[in-house]
């Protein structure tokens, strides 16, 4: 079985593909903090509503599973997906046309960074507890 196409697995790994795109796009931002006329950019976050009706309305894996009874989850891929960005409109520029305000990209970095930490820590409770379910604690 693949690890990473269990439902809960393969969300947090979208979520931390999403949060790792993110970072990038804050540290470009920082690193354009000067330029003239850099729009500031960010990545417009996933709707996790969609997600999740996609998760659960799909009945078919690429992988060995299949869904033979009505009651079985159907499990569906979710492949590294490019994410969605958008200029940040909402930003003041300063005179030379630059919308980067550092303190402001330094709070998202930081909640980014916050969101990671929390996104591998249930990645790992989830391995620990499937471990436990097949009796191999002591890995």
């Known amino acids: 079985m693949d690890l990473p ?29 000067d330029t003239p006329g850099y729009a500031a950019r960010d990545l417009k976050p996933v709707d996790f509503e969609k997600a999740l009706k996609d998760a659960t309305t799909s009945s078919s894996f690429s992988g060995s599973l299949t869904t033979t009874n009505p009651r079985h989850i159907a499990l569906s891929p979710h492949g590294a997906a490019a994410f969605a960005g958008e200029d940040t409109p909402d930003i003041e520029s300063n005179p030379s046309g630059n919308s980067v305000s550092l303190e402001e990209e330094m ?32 890995m």
Do not use: C, H
Request: hydrophobic content about 50%; overall charge positive; proline content about 2%.
């Open 5 to 33: 196409a269990i439902p809960l697995l393969s969300m947090l790994k979208e979520r931390m593909a999403w949060l790792n795109q993110r970072q990038n796009v804050l540290s470009q931002n920082v690193a354009n903090v």
């Open 107 to 138: 709070i998202k970095v930081a909640d980014t960074q916050a969101q990671f930490q929390a996104a591998t820590n249930l990645y790992a409770k989830a391995i620990d507890m499937m471990k436990t379910a097949i009796g191999k604690t002591g």
